[in-house]
């Protein structure tokens, strides 16, 4: 059976004190689940909440990485510097990177690679806007992402990636995809990955839904057969609420 892990995204909110008393007041609340439970913070509030989380269950991501190394990217922040200060999970093609930030296809992949590279396990995530919802286009485009993104690895990298199913529509709106829809959508990726590497690492690697997860929804999402757990937005900056996801 696949680990359940619900990974927090907080985006750009949090200052490092509330990185650090939201990580301490969290910390007992959690500490019995097997879940995987990551927290997903700024830059800035890397160092703060890889140190509030020493000795704990949580695991620490960032948010984006360039795909270079070093040299002059002015404002980019590298996938060795992810590792160096001990970051172990990194966001990659987030639908608000891909919408304001350029964020393309070609560079998703370069960033799946280099944080690969570096030791990082990617979340990649894929989703499809509300248009390409009514034009009956969902799956082909989540498909499609999924594909691009995981161009050029073999096997063997595949056990260190996370996907997430984001739909657009489904984003900071409060309008959640019903648990029937996610996993039919969930499973269409999952079912590609296995056209692409095999059964046995389709039906290892972790998928989560994201869009809207909240402590009254998370149980029933997680509860179907190829949802793996959540990548939280807006819900995941609230102790009580992410708690209670955690322990759905
Ligand atoms: P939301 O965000 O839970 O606030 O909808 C999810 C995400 O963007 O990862």
Redesign the pocket.
């Known amino acids: 059976m696949r680990k359940k892990v619900i990974?927090g995204?907080w985006?750009m909110n949090m200052l490092p004190n509330e990185a650090i008393a939201f990580i301490e007041q969290i910390t007992p609340m959690v500490k019995d689940t097997e879940n995987e439970v990551i927290l997903c913070v700024p830059y800035v509030d890397l160092f703060y909440s890889l140190l509030s989380a020493q000795n704990t269950n949580i695991k620490v991501g960032a948010q984006n990485m360039h795909w270079e190394e070093k040299g002059a990217y002015t404002g980019e922040v590298s996938g060795q510097m992810l590792k160096s200060i001990g970051v172990e999970y990194v966001?990659i093609g987030?639908?608000?990177r891909r919408q304001y930030f350029a964020e393309t296809d070609k560079t998703v992949n370069k960033k799946v690679k280099a944080a690969l590279a570096n030791g990082l396990k990617p979340i990649i995530?894929v989703g499809e806007t509300l248009e390409q919802r009514e034009q009956g286009k969902a799956e082909e485009i989540i498909t499609k992402q999924t594909m691009l993104a995981l161009e050029g690895l073999i096997k063997e990298q595949m056990k260190n990636i996370v996907l997430?199913y984001?739909p657009i529509w489904?984003?900071?709106?409060?309008k959640?995809a019903t648990s029937e829809d996610a996993n039919n959508s969930i499973k269409s990726i999952r079912n590609k990955v296995a056209e692409l590497y095999g059964k046995e690492i389709a039906e290892k690697i972790t998928i989560l839904y994201?869009?809207?997860?909240?402590a009254d929804n998370a149980k029933e999402l997680f509860s179907t057969t190829d949802i793996d757990g959540?990548?939280?937005?807006?819900?995941?900056l609230k102790v009580e609420e992410f708690s209670k996801i955690v322990l759905a």
């Open positions: 990974a995204n985006k966001i987030h639908s608000e995530c997430a984001e489904a984003i900071g709106t409060g959640t994201g869009g809207s997860v909240k959540g990548l939280v937005g807006g819900a995941s």
